[in-house]
């Protein structure tokens, strides 16, 4: 099992930056990538950016490319979304997500408001 807690969820302006963080307990020497999603008022969850160090691939969604960075630390016990250049679209609620090749694991999410 792994628990996953975020954190860092508030207001920015557009044009600024947030960070949000996730912080992950339990058996994280079985995962196999983190990520995050979010989910926007009225809109279906989506991926934003995913770590996938055991294929050596780091996704991020067309949205964001250029503007956010996923990061973590080597003992994968925390992922860390950096979010530049923010836009009133980016708002959402920020899900953490990690995969075990048989699980995925969610946070409980943090919400961004970002306002024009």
């Known amino acids: 099992q792994v628990q996953l807690v975020e954190s860092g969820g508030g207001s920015a302006q557009a044009g600024g930056s947030h960070r949000v963080s996730c912080a992950a307990s339990?058996?994280?020497?079985?995962?196999?990538?983190m990520g995050w999603f979010r989910r926007a008022p009225g809109k279906e969850r989506e991926l934003v950016a995913r770590d996938s160090w055991s294929v050596g691939v780091t996704y991020y969604a067309d949205s964001v490319k250029g503007r956010f960075t996923i990061s973590r630390d080597s003992a994968k016990r925390f992922v860390y979304l950096q979010m530049n250049n923010l836009k009133p679209e980016d708002t959402a609620i920020y899900y953490c997500?990690?995969?075990?090749?048989?699980?995925?694991?969610w946070g409980q999410g943090t919400q961004v408001t970002v306002s024009s």
């Open positions: 997500n990690a995969e075990d090749g048989a699980r995925n694991y």
């Open positions: 339990g058996r994280t020497f079985s995962l196999i990538s």
